[in-house]
Nanobody, 121 residues
Framework: QVQLVESGGDLVQPGDSLRLSCAAS????????MAWYRQAPGKQRQMVAG???????NYADSVKGRFTISQDNAKNAVYLQMNSLKPDDTAVYYC???????????????WGQGTQVTVSS
């Protein structure tokens, strides 16, 4: 079993920066990908940024140039640096990971419990 724990959510003002962290723990053989999703009230959960085996990344158009995803493989952790935050970035941010717990088992998807980011003046 794998657990994902997010941290770093906060109430900030427009234009501020915030850094989210997510650490994976448990039985981990290989992490194929880690990503951040967000869900605003009344809206569907959407992917914000992802980082894949080998280091490639992708971003939602709405955050390109403002958000940066990074990974610390030694810590099984992923980070989301969010700059120039806007009120539209307000949401619960979830960490997501595709993890293979034991060899040949294949990757399974895991979710964190979410961390609230509120951008308001």
């Amino acid at each position: 079993q794998v657990q994902l724990v997010e941290s770093g959510g906060d109430l900030v003002q427009p234009g501020d920066s915030l850094r989210l962290s997510c650490a994976a723990s448990g039985t981990i053989f290989k992490i194929y990908a880690m990503a951040w999703y967000r869900q605003a009230p009344g809206k569907q959960r959407q992917m914000v940024a992802g980082i894949f085996l080998g280091g490639s990344t992708n971003y939602a158009d709405s955050v390109k140039g403002r958000f940066t995803i990074s990974q610390d493989n030694a810590k099984n952790a992923v980070y989301l640096q969010m700059n120039s935050l806007k009120p539209d970035d307000t949401a619960v941010y979830y960490c997501n990971a595709a993890v293979e717990s034991t060899p040949l088992r294949g990757p399974e998807e895991y979710w964190g419990q979410g961390t609230q980011v509120t951008v308001s003046s």
